[in-house]
T-cell receptor, first 113, second 114 residues
């Protein structure tokens, strides 16, 4: 089994500033995939960004980027130019087969106007 | 766009009742999943299915069962609801077994068992 740890239950960021959400994982697999999901209040969970472990280059999606440190088993999410709409619960997840995802406990992000 | 729908957003049931939570996806996905979400515990996998009539236990299957008679529909059944099953239940689907396939989530059902 894989485990995913998010050590920051809550984070806050000033609008237009940058924030980094932490995630560490533990797996014995050599081939695996990592994801960040966003769950806005009372809305559906959506994918923010994904990273294939075999790729050295960090994934980027507009204002969202990851810092993937494979040796340290760390997968942090950086949100640049934070917007009010970024306020949500963020979940880090890992999988190797795609049949079972392992989720962290989530980080609640508040964006301060 | 993939759409995953769940039969109810809010549900209130009595202890001992049999409860059915329905999930339907419209993109011909092979995999479907049921999670429960509790504060501080994240998402925990109850059951998943990778094909019609196939099911696999997740991390917390006790007190639950599932049914997948059609590819697009995955039902979660609480045989005899208990108060400790009060939770948010999320359904998800994904294209297939490749690890690169993201899961698409439904809006969730908030179940309260009195």
């Amino acid at each position: 089994a894989q485990t995913v740890t998010q050590s920051q239950p809550e984070m806050s960021v000033q609008e237009a500033e940058t924030v980094t959400l932490s995630c560490t994982y533990d797996t014995s697999e050599s081939d695996y995939y990592l994801f960040w999901y966003k769950q806005p209040p009372s809305r559906q969970m959506i994918l923010v960004i994904r990273q294939e472990a075999y790729k050295q280059q960090n994934a980027t999606e507009n204002r969202f980027s990851v810092n993937f440190q494979k040796a340290a088993k760390s997968f942090s999410l950086k949100i640049s130019d934070s917007q009010l709409g970024d306020a949500a619960m963020y979940f880090c997840a890992s999988t190797n087969t795609g049949n079972q995802f392992y989720f962290g406990t989530g980080t609640s992000l508040t964006v301060i106007p | 766009d993939v759409k995953v729908t769940q039969s109810s957003r809010y549900l209130v049931k009595r202890t001992g009742e049999k409860v059915f939570l329905e999930c339907v996806q419209d993109m011909d996905h092979e995999n479907m999943f049921w999670y429960r979400q509790d504060p501080g515990l994240g998402l925990r996998l109850i059951y998943f299915s990778y094909d019609v009539k196939m099911k696999e236990k997740g991390d917390i299957p006790e007190g639950y069962s599932v049914s997948r008679e059609k590819k697009e529909r995955f039902s979660l059944i609480l045989e005899s609801a208990s108060t400790n099953q009060t939770s948010m239940y999320l359904c998800a689907s994904s294209l297939g077994p490749s690890g690169n396939n993201e899961q698409f989530f439904g809006p969730g059902t908030r179940l309260t068992v009195l």
